[in-house]
Nanobody
Framework: QVQLVESGGGLVQPGGSLRLSCAASGVTLDYYAVAWFRQAPGQEREGVSCVSSGDFSTVLADAAKGRFAISRDNAKNTVYLQMDSLKPEDTAVYYC????????????????????WGRGTQVTVSS
């Protein structure tokens, strides 16, 4: 049974940083594409970043470029999202998701391609 558990969310002031973690069980993440999505109240879920299987190439949504970075720790079976220079508009529930085995991430990052999802972690950027 695949389980994804996100952590690291919280309340942060504008300009601050957070590192989100996505810990997996029941699946070996390095064989799969893994992505971060976010969903703000009243808005559709949007892709933030994705790391591919195999070559571990990454994709960042335009809103994340220059501020966010995705990375893997295969030994810990965990994917991270480092978020710097946070803005109030980054406020959302952040989800990690596992995509197809052997898949290379594509831009834009569509939720439809991702099969397994965590329950999310809340990120609130406010002064």
């Amino acid at each position: 049974q695949v389980q994804l558990v996100e952590s690291g969310g919280g309340l942060v002031q504008p300009g601050g940083s957070l590192r989100l973690s996505c810990a997996a069980s029941g699946v070996t993440l390095d064989y799969y594409a893994v992505a971060w999505f976010r969903q703000a109240p009243g808005q559709e879920r949007e892709g933030v970043s994705c790391v591919s299987s195999g070559d571990f190439s990454t994709v960042l949504a335009d809103a994340a470029k220059g501020r966010f970075a995705i990375s893997r720790d295969n030994a810990k079976n965990t994917v991270y999202l480092q978020m710097d220079s946070l803005k109030p508009e980054d406020t959302a529930v952040y989800y990690c998701a596992v995509g197809p085995k052997g898949w290379i991430c594509q831009d834009p990052i569509f939720p439809l391609f991702f099969e397994y999802w965590g329950r999310g972690t809340q990120v609130t950027v406010s002064s």
